[in-house]
């Protein structure tokens, strides 16, 4: 979704299981799509937003038989259905949503993905939504955890001053790519989530030993050279309801950086 740079990013990115929630699914997230999935018929036909291997697992351990997940970068995909607990039929169909979706029309009764907004540029979001929309069959649902900013941004001054006394872990690495690059004042000034901009950023900034280690290391969770549109508010993830309509909102997990900024919400055609 986000040019060719992005894309080859991820080509290389074997770094995803050092990934932790919120940045991936969360168990209440999980909880909720498997919840929604039993109440179709396993022969319906049902998408996956990217290569995200918890929601392909909940389908193929259920037991859905036409499982299409569609993705801009085959060796991500590869790679994480290498890691997958199960292994079921998919069809696999390269290339950016924007592009790949409008040729899938009244094809699913079910379209997941996970933080799906924030991959779709500012402009694109109408469109991209209207796709999706009208990728749905009759009664069919479109599911996402969305992150938004409703809440103010982080000052660095603050993150600075809590990440210098924490200890460097997965867990505390993590948050620490959760905070600073998506939840922060450089969001806030340049707009969108710029990996390598924001990287170079934090490294003219840090003086403190273990804010240098946590930078180093941070790239295993956020690649670089890729961007990330999370400056919106509720009512533009949905697509301000031009192409879905809300049927439902469900918090997230709880206690998690995010919370208070992310929400699980299940849509359907206007």
């Known amino acids: 979704m986000n040019g060719d740079g992005s894309r080859m990013q991820w080509d290389g990115f074997s770094t995803w299981h050092y990934v932790l929630p919120p940045n991936r699914p969360t168990l209440a997230y999980l909880v909720a799509i498997r919840s929604i999935c039993k109440e179709y018929q396993r022969a319906d036909p049902v998408c996956v937003l990217g290569s995200t291997p918890e929601i392909r697992d909940i389908f193929g351990e259920i037991g859905f038989q036409n499982v299409y997940v569609l993705d801009a970068s085959e060796p991500f995909y590869r790679f994480t259905s290498a890691i997958r607990a199960f292994q079921n039929q998919e069809i696999f169909v390269l290339g950016d949503w924007l592009s790949t979706l409008p040729k899938l029309k009244d094809a699913f009764a079910l379209v997941v993905s996970d933080l799906t907004s924030g991959n779709v540029p500012y402009h694109d979001r109408i469109p991209f939504y209207r796709s999706i929309s009208a990728s ?4 069919g649902l479109f599911i996402d955890r969305v992150l938004t900013h409703s809440r103010e941004f982080l000052p660095l001054d603050l993150l600075d001053a809590k990440y210098s ?19 922060s004042e450089m969001l806030l000034k340049h707009g969108r989530v710029e990996s390598s901009l924001f990287y170079e950023i934090l490294s003219d900034r840090f003086t403190h030993p273990r804010l240098k280690v946590f930078l180093r290391e941070c790239s295993k969770i956020t690649p670089e050279n890729c961007e990330w549109f999370y400056r919106s508010d509720v009512h533009e993830c949905l ?24 929400f699980i919400c299940v849509s359907r055609q206007s």
Do not use: H, I
Not at 136 to 139: A, I, T
Not at 176 to 181: D, G, I, T
Not at 239 to 262: F, I, K, M
């Open 239 to 262: 697509g301000n309801g031009d192409a879905l309509q809300r049927v439902v909102t469900l918090p997230d997990e709880p206690g998690t950086v995010y919370s208070e900024r992310t």
């Open 165 to 183: 006394l924490l200890p460097y872990n997965l867990r505390s690495l993590n948050d620490f790519s959760s905070e600073y690059l998506f939840l």
């Open 136 to 139: 749905l069959r009759s009664r």
